[in-house]
């Protein structure tokens, strides 16, 4: 399984953000569905690294990330819905190179890697940019740019979309679904690009309340919104 967790419980302060999850998934794209508070976003960081597990077991790819924090971050890329928070250099060249730092890479094959990637996002007229110049759009697409120019195994976006109009969420959408050579777990509140996933699962009060083909489990989301 490409994540597992077993009784997982995070406690972050004086609440429980997540509680007795218990999951196991294989598919290629998982979204990760529910209301504002529900403990997507805290799985999202779990299974990233970002936060640890109270207590429980936890696997991905594989790997437990207190043990393996290292291995983790070398093949798990993680996008957030503020691009802001992810661009750190003056360039955008700069900051698409800034992510192959911990690579060691030769210049020139630095060089190759970054532009391949530049150019596949449609990013390479705008390399000598100045990052804080680029329209909310473009900054989405360099955090793209700089997570898959690093190749991970799992990319984790979470609410990618969130402050794009329609054209760039869908732009950014399209990469993230566009090639097979990575898994992806998305966070997302809409359920349009969660049916373009593969499984679904549904968050519920920091418990994974049921998880499923997407249909299924938007559905079963759907009800829980009519109560």
Do not use: W
Request: charged share 25%.
């Amino acid at each position: 399984m490409s994540i597992r967790l077993e009784s997982v419980r995070v406690r972050l302060g004086d609440t429980d953000v997540l509680n007795d999850v218990s999951l196991a998934f294989d598919a290629r794209t998982v979204a990760v569905i529910g209301e504002n508070g529900s403990g997507k976003s805290t799985f999202a960081r779990l299974i990233g690294g970002l936060v640890a597990r109270t207590s429980g077991e936890l696997r991905v790819l594989g790997l437990d990330p207190r043990s393996q924090a290292a291995e983790l971050r070398r093949r798990v890329a993680l996008v957030f819905s503020n691009p802001d928070a992810q661009i750190v250099m003056p360039t955008v060249a700069e900051d698409v190179a800034f992510s192959l730092r911990a690579d060691r890479l030769a210049p020139a094959e630095c060089e190759e890697r970054v532009s391949a990637a530049l150019a596949r996002f449609g990013l390479h007229a705008l390399r000598e940019r100045a990052s804080h110049e680029l329209s909310g759009g473009q900054k989405q697409l360099l955090a793209l740019c700089g997570a898959f120019v690093r190749r991970p195994d799992l990319v984790i976006a979470d609410e990618p979309t969130a402050y794009l109009d329609a054209r760039n969420a869908r732009v950014v959408a399209d990469h993230l679904f566009r090639r097979t050579d990575h898994r992806l777990v998305l966070v997302t509140h809409d359920l349009a690009l969660a049916r373009r996933c593969d499984a679904a699962v549904l968050f519920v009060d920091g418990r994974a309340a049921a998880v499923g083909a997407p249909d299924a489990i938007i559905a079963q989301y759907d009800q829980t919104l009519r109560c």
